[in-house]
């Protein structure tokens, strides 16, 4: 599904990533752990295309999509959240799903100016499947409320579902549990489950540990810019790379060996 | 959106009824003005308030549109109509040429870029002397027919412009209620979640960008044959400023906030031509304290008087039932 | 004269007006390192020094150099009152409705100048009666020297104050880092005030010193700001010694122009500069990258 080859990245003189290579098989449920400055988020910027790679090659789906744009990218199927959810706050909720159903639409500038027939209909199949995706994530009583206007945890959930109308391949969540209480961390790893019976391959960033530990089948783990440790949940949490990186910050190893 | 159309036939309403009411040309030509600098304004708020870009040079792209129906009806005998069609495709040409290396580029280069544009074409329609008439001028416009009907009186001029205005208006509503409209609000809102939905967001600034220049062409065109003259005065920096500023009083991101400062800031010089010399004195302190008191412009004002009562009248209402 | 000495004289123009876009462009670059506002007042100030010292010379009948001294100093003050008014109250606003400000007082400032001196250009005298120089086959103004002295030691003056004193050193944190230069206990705002009030000022200055050679008038600024306000760009906006090179490539071209091409589309080179500077080097002359979108 995805291959990373030597990806590195710095900034200035900093390194941020030092050629991360690994892969991701299709279905699959990844998780990218490890501590704060790692890297771990500049290397969703540069799988999404929002920065390019010094060097290295990031292939999706056997096709190299190294230096596309991010919005070629999604094109192809790869869609992502972010750590502060980036919804549209001065738009509805409802509205914040349709702008997701962005790639499903075909009309043109011309249909938008004109509402021919079949614009006005498609305009309204994305309203009804944007309505459904509501239900989906449950924010069907707030659709006509200003997105800005939603508590955290909701805004949350409105960036994922937004992410999921693109009905893309591989989502990258980036730490999706951040911010949320314990309930609604209960309902996103549940939901998140739910994804993959839908074959969709994720990649999630995350640092509550309970979480990451049960919803991935492998974990990679980067400190510093460089992969130390990748492999299933139960040998990450004994490998000894893995605990020095953590070490000094106590509740992480805590989680970790729970 | 149904408020959108509300709006546009109350506007239809009041076009097709004012001339129940007025009889002088001279009112004529202030409202037919209104109309024309409405079209560039449109475009404009389609630009700023959509897909958040600024332009500083939106009167060369009027400009064009006037010399470009000015040069071929007059030198190529051209018919008006299919002449404003041609200007119209040519000057959004210049602005796609224009647009597409700026709009690669984060925050003011468009706006730098227009400005130079700007500055540029006025500086050519003064020194084409043997296809502009140079500083001078050139006369000789025809009018617009169709069929029997010619375009020359004020009264008849009028009902055109608003035509078109009426037309692009409503088309313009269209478009902010449509994907498109969808993903220019993103963009404007955030760039990244934007691209990361998949929606191009140079394509979609330069499709605007190359929209209003072709808004501000028509109007151009518009403006060439109802005074049948051109000169390069009106479209310098300073008229450029000025649609800006008839955008961003009104209220960027509200096509009829638009076209109430379309409204204001072309009728307000008439009323200030009694002040003379302070007339720009008081139009640069319009300009300040708008930005300063209300930088959403008046249909910023108006929906906050709106909201008010609206939330006065349920106030009052709760008790009762 | 031989096709050299034309050149030369060609230079000498174009070194002499270039060193008064420069100072305009350093305002601009200084105002935008504190505010990132684009002030399109700039030209503004420009105009008003000039204007100042020249109703100053024959009202007060003082020696000209106090009459400039005045009125660059008057001109500083409008600036400073320019941004307590109208910048200040509203600096938590959009980037561009702080513009669209600066726009509203560039042409305030210009019905002011209506109002007071009316729609007639005026000029100064020269600052010194020197004898024109013979220079090789070109001939050198004394204003013109007065010009490329008075810049070069303004620029120097700026370079030693932002090198070598506080206030100048807390400006530079300033633009590098408004967030860290607050916490470092600088304070912003008055950072923002001393920038426009050294804008203004150095807006005036360029004024006085270009006066006795090309007239002005209420609306001189215009033209000036929009020239400065391209080399400021082409140095790559923020840039100081990038303002002074943009200045200076801009009077040349302009001027090189003007003799060998068409002095018709002299106003217009600048901006075809900048347009071609987009194209191809839209960071500036001394700028290496820029992030894009």
Redesign the interface.
Known sequence: MLRLDEIAKSFGGLKALDQVGFQVQPGEILGLIGPNGAGKTTLFNVI???LHPDSGKVFFREQNITGL???QI??LGL??T?QNP??????TVL?NL???Y??Q?R???F?????PPW?RK??RS?RERAMEMLSEIGLKGSAQAGAGSLSFGKMRMLELG??L??HPELLLLDEPAAGLNHNETEELAEYIGRLRSRKITIIVIEHDMSLVMDLSDRIVVLDQGRKIAEGAPKEIQRDPAVLKAYLGEEDWIKSLRR | MKRDWGIWLLLCAVVFGMPLFIRSPYYYSILIFIAIYGIVVLGLTLL?GYAGQ?SLGHAGFFGLGAYFSAILTVHLHLNPWPAMGIALIATVLVAFI?GI??L???G??LA??T???G??LQ??F??ELELTGGPSGMGGIPYFHLSSITFSNDRKYYFLCWIFLIILYG??I??VH??????L??IS??????????????WFKL?MFG?SAGYASLAGSLYAHYLTFVNPSPFG??AS?KF??MV?IGGSSSLWGALLGTALLTSLPEFLAVLE????????????LV??FA?KGLAGIFSWIYQTIRNKVKKQDAPAG | MEWYDQLLQYLITGITTGAVYALVALGFSIIYNSTEI?NFAQGEFVMLGSMIAVSLFPLLGVPLWVAVILAVAITALIGLIFERL?IR??RN?????????T??????????A??IWGKESRSLPAFTSTEPIKFFGATLSGQSLWVMAGTLLAVILLHYFYEKTITGKALRACAFNRKAARLCGISVERMVLFSFGLSALLGAFAGVLITPITYTAWDAG?MLG?KG??AA?LGGIGSNPGAVMGGLVIGIVESLSAGYL?S??K??FA??I??LM??LR?AGILKKK????
């Open positions: 999404s295309g929002i744009a991010t919005h999604a094109k869609c992502r972010f980036a919804i549209f706050e001065e738009m509205e349709m702008a997701g962005h790639l639409g009309s043109g500038f249909s938008a100016i004109l509402k614009e498609e305009e994305i937004r992410a109308c693109s | 700023m600024v224009l290396p700026t690669r580029l984060r003011h280069y730098i870029a400005l130079g544009l500055v540029v500086i050519i003064k020194e088309l313009s269209n478009l449509s994907r498109i409209g969808r993903a609000r993103s809102q955030n760039q990244t979640a934007a691209g990361s939905l998949g929606i191009n967001v140079s499709l929209l920096f300073m400023v800006m500023a961003v010399d302070y007339e720009m004195l008081v139009f640069g302190a319009i300009l300040i930005m300063m930088p | 684009i109208a109250p509203v606003g959009s980037v561009i409705n702080l513009i669209i400000i726009i509203g007082g560039s042409i305030l400032l210009k019905g002011i209506v109002l215009t929009l306000f391209c760009i068409s018709g589309y106003d217009a901006f075809l900048l347009l987009l194209y839209p820029l992030e894009k979108v």
